[in-house]
């Protein structure tokens, strides 16, 4: 079964242990029931969750791999005994560009973390591995109004010093940027980064050029898509400072 994108629990316990957990789960939450036109086999089941598809699959060899980054996690990997990837079904598989339906994925994900008790969550489009605990806690306040949970599902590459390229944002948007300043240090990007990162996902993709405020009132944001969308170049610039054109 195709498991990207997906979410992957990571559990200290047997796959049996976790499967009977799911089954209870199922049994006592009444927004949540098995799929009966639809069977994975043993290794797997289709869940409907608040009128959403989602595929669960207890055997993604595939997608435990040891590239993960443990951003917020202190789980090691030598304690993992099993698995759990939840994806969109393919019916909707690209449907996280739809806010609504991202949100209902990564809240379908954190109460299966939560009542299945997963030791960690891993995005498997960027690889970032985090502790349970921090997931729900940043997709509870998503749900419930507040912030896109960047750091948990979107990656900031460093390639050079004030520079930093988004990685997995166009999964919720279509889109990825880079951003580039050349006074700001790496920690201060990084909190523009994470800003532009929930705007985008938030509010889709930019398909024009502008101006937006920066956090510091005397700066600006300079937006530039590309030619075909995909990639939005932001620089940040004083507004005294002479504005060069954008490569």
Request: hydrophobic share 40%.
């Amino acid at each position: 079964m195709e498991i990207s994108p997906s979410l992957l629990l990571l559990f200290e316990v047997p796959q049996s242990e976790v499967r009977a957990k799911l089954d209870e789960l199922v049994s006592k939450q009444a927004d949540i029931h098995f799929d009966q036109m639809e069977r994975l086999g043993d290794a797997g089941s289709v869940l409907i969750f608040n009128g959403l598809t989602f595929d669960c699959d207890f055997n993604p060899e595939s997608a435990l791999k040891p590239e993960r980054r443990k951003v917020f996690s202190t789980l090691g990997d030598d304690a993992i005994c099993s698995a759990l990837a939840i994806s969109l079904h393919s019916h909707i598989e690209h449907g996280l560009a739809v806010p609504e339906i991202a949100k209902a994925f990564l809240n379908f994900g954190a109460v299966c973390a939560r009542n299945l008790q997963a030791s960690a969550v891993v995005w498997q489009p960027t690889g970032l591995q985090a502790d349970t605990g921090y997931f729900l806690e940043v997709v509870q306040s998503y749900v419930d109004g507040g912030v896109f949970p960047v750091l948990p599902v979107v990656d900031f590459i460093a390639e050079k010093p004030g520079y930093l390229r988004s990685k997995g944002l166009a999964d919720f948007c279509g889109q990825e940027f880079e951003l580039q300043s050349g006074q700001l240090d790496q920690q201060e990007l990084i909190r523009r980064a994470i800003r532009l990162a929930h705007d985008l996902a938030t509010n889709g993709s930019i398909d024009d050029s502008q101006e937006v405020a920066d956090l510091d009132p005397a700066n600006l944001i300079h937006l530039e898509p590309s030619d075909d969308g995909m990639l939005l170049h932001c620089r940040i610039t004083s507004k005294s400072e002479q504005i060069e054109p954008l490569c």
